[in-house]
């Protein structure tokens, strides 16, 4: 349950989502769209109690190699509701060669970026291929959120 406080220097809201599993059923007729819609609602209560950043905890997509529509319409709600005027009031000091691109989003001068998105992958959407990369890491590298937690070996 949300607890409403009046923000200020010393307060950091977080919205925590998990097991998203964007693009589940997605070729259902009635049912194809609700694990997009039921994210989009999750970013839509971020930004109406002025989340700092969000903490994703696994599987935002259902498969590892979600459909372009899916990865489509995941990237334009990210732009959305992540992509902003405002300012993001804190800072990360772990190292940061952790994110893909060496920099959080929100630190890239190229965009600008008001409610940050930090992710794990799960165990649907977890990275693969010669290349070990994830769904999460083309969000990674078009600025749409901050990956970390990799693993090299996942057995």
Same mark, same amino acid.
């Given at each position: 349950?949300?607890?409403?406080?009046?923000?200020?220097?010393?307060?950091?809201?977080?919205?925590?989502?998990?097991?998203?599993?964007?693009?589940?059923?997605?070729?259902?007729?009635?049912?194809?769209?609700?694990?997009?819609?039921?994210?989009?609602?999750?970013?839509?209560?971020?930004?109406?109690?002025?989340?700092?950043?969000? *903490?994703?905890?696994?599987?935002?997509?259902?498969?590892?190699?979600?459909?372009?529509?899916?990865?489509?319409?995941?990237?334009?709600?990210?732009?959305?509701? %992540?992509?902003?005027?405002?300012?993001?009031?804190?800072?990360?000091?772990?190292?940061?060669?952790?994110?893909?691109?060496?920099?959080?989003?929100?630190?890239?001068?190229?965009?600008?970026?008001?409610?940050? *998105?930090?992710?794990?992958?799960?165990?649907?959407?977890?990275?693969?291929?010669?290349?070990?990369?994830?769904?999460?890491?083309?969000?990674?590298?078009?600025?749409?959120?901050?990956?970390?937690?990799? %693993?090299?070996?996942?057995?």
């Amino acid at each position: 349950m949300a607890v409403d406080v009046a923000p200020d220097e010393h307060t950091l809201r977080i919205l925590v989502a998990t097991d998203s599993h964007v693009g589940f059923n997605e070729k259902d007729k009635v049912r194809g769209q609700d694990a997009l819609n039921t994210f989009e609602e999750a970013l839509q209560i971020g930004k109406a109690n002025r989340a700092d950043f969000i *903490l994703h905890g696994g599987d935002l997509f259902h498969e590892n190699k979600p459909s372009r529509k899916c990865l489509y319409r995941t990237m334009d709600l990210l732009r959305r509701y %992540s992509f902003g005027p405002g300012e993001v009031n804190f800072q990360v000091v772990s190292d940061p060669a952790i994110f893909a691109r060496g920099v959080v989003n929100y630190e890239d001068p190229n965009t600008n970026v008001e409610t940050p *998105l930090f992710m794990i992958h799960g165990n649907h959407d977890d990275p693969g291929g010669d290349s070990n990369l994830a769904a999460g890491s083309l969000l990674e590298v078009a600025g749409l959120a901050n990956c970390f937690g990799r %693993s090299e070996d996942l057995e």
